[in-house]
C-alpha cells in the first residue's frame, strides 16, 4: 500500500520530485510562500500543477505523515525542524534533504528525535534537474536504511548509506562544496577581470590548454547559470559550509569569498540569463552598473 509524503517546501527540489515521481495525492504539501500574498497564487498553482495536496499550515502536512521530506532554504532548515517536531507523529521518518553545516543537521535531529521521530541526514549531491530521481543522494543516521527503503518505494533510484552518525553524510557535501561553488566563484572573478582586460579568449585558451576535460568556455557558460539563477540560495548554503570549516577549527577565508560573490551574482536579480558566455558577461555588465546606479545617494 503507497504511503503518503508529508512535503516541506515546493521549491525547485520539491516540486521537481513530486512531479518526476507521480507523487499527486500521494503528497500533502506546505510552503510558507503560501504565506506571502503576492507570492500565494503562484504556489497554488504550483501544487495544483502537480497534482499535489497543499496545506495552509506546516501543522497540516507533518500530523500524522510517516514520511516527511525537508526540502527548505538553508536558512529555514532548522526552524523548519523545530516547528514540525510539534506536531511529529511518533516514529516517523524525517528526512533532511537541505543544505545545511553537519552542526545544523545534528540541532535538527534532538529536535525531531526528541519529538519521538527518526531524523535522517540526507544530502543532495548534484543539481535536481535534469537528473530529478536519479540524483545521488547520500543518507546517513541510525535509521538511514529505513529512509532507503522508503525514498526507493517512491522511485529514488540513486542512494547510499554512507555511516549511522547524523552529519556525516552533510560533511561529504559540504566539504565538497568547497571545492565545487568555489570554483564557480573563482570562474566569475577570472573571466569578468579577463573581459575587462580585454584578454578573455587568450586566458580561456590558456587553461583549455591545461585542462582537457571540457573547454573552459563551456564550464565558464555553466558556472555563470548556476551563480545568476541561484547564487542567493548557494551563498546561504555556503554560509553553512563557512560554518562546516569553522567546526572543524580551520580558516574559511576563501569559502567567505565565495559566499560574497554567490551573493553578489544572486543579488541582480537575473532569472533566465541570457544564451551564451558573452551575452552572460555582457548582462552581468549591464546589471552591475544599474545597481551601481541605484546605490548612489
Known sequence: MEQDIGLIGFGEAGSTFARAGAW???????????????????????YEGAGVIGAGQLQEVVRGRRLL???????????????????????????????VAPQTKRDACQ???????????????APV??????????????????????????AFTN??????????ASSIKMIRSVMIKGMEALTAECVLAAAQ????????????????????????DYNFDRMLVHGTRRAAEMEEVVRTLEGLG?????????VAR????????????????????????????????MDQP
Open 197 to 220: 582586460a580585454d584578454v578573455l579568449e587568450d586566458v580561456l585558451a590558456s587553461l583549455d590548454a591545461s585542462e582537457k576535460a571540457k573547454p573552459w568556455t563551456t564550464r565558464a
Open 24 to 46: 499527486a495525492k500521494r503528497a500533502h504539501v506546505f510552503d510558507i510562500k503560501t504565506d506571502d500574498p503576492l507570492a500565494r497564487a503562484a504556489m497554488v498553482n504550483a
Open 159 to 168: 542512494m547510499q548509506v554512507v555511516g549511522p552518525d547524523v552529519g556525516r
Open 111 to 125: 529536535a525531531i528525535e526528541s519529538a519521538g521521530g527518526h531524523y535522517v541526514d540526507v544530502a543532495v549531491m
Open 69 to 99: 521530506l525537508s526540502l527548505v532554504t538553508a536558512d529555514q532548515a532548522l526552524a523548519v525542524a523545530v516547528a514540525a517536531a510539534q506536531s511529529l507523529a511518533p516514529g516517523a521518518i524525517y528526512c533532511d534533504l537541505n543544505s
Open 250 to 258: 580551520m580558516d574559511a577565508e576563501m569559502t567567505r569569498g565565495t
Open 262 to 293: 554567490q551573493r553578489r551574482m544572486g543579488a541582480l536579480g537575473v532569472a533566465t540569463p541570457p544564451a551564451g558566455l558573452s551575452a552572460k558577461i555582457g548582462c552581468i555588465a549591464a546589471c552591475e552598473q544599474q545597481k551601481g546606479r
Open 129 to 154: 534537474d535534469p537528473a530529478r530521481l536519479s540524483v545521488p543522494l547520500l543518507l546517513s543516521g541510525s535509521r538511514a536504511e529505513q529512509a532507503l527503503e522508503a525514498l526507493n518505494a517512491l
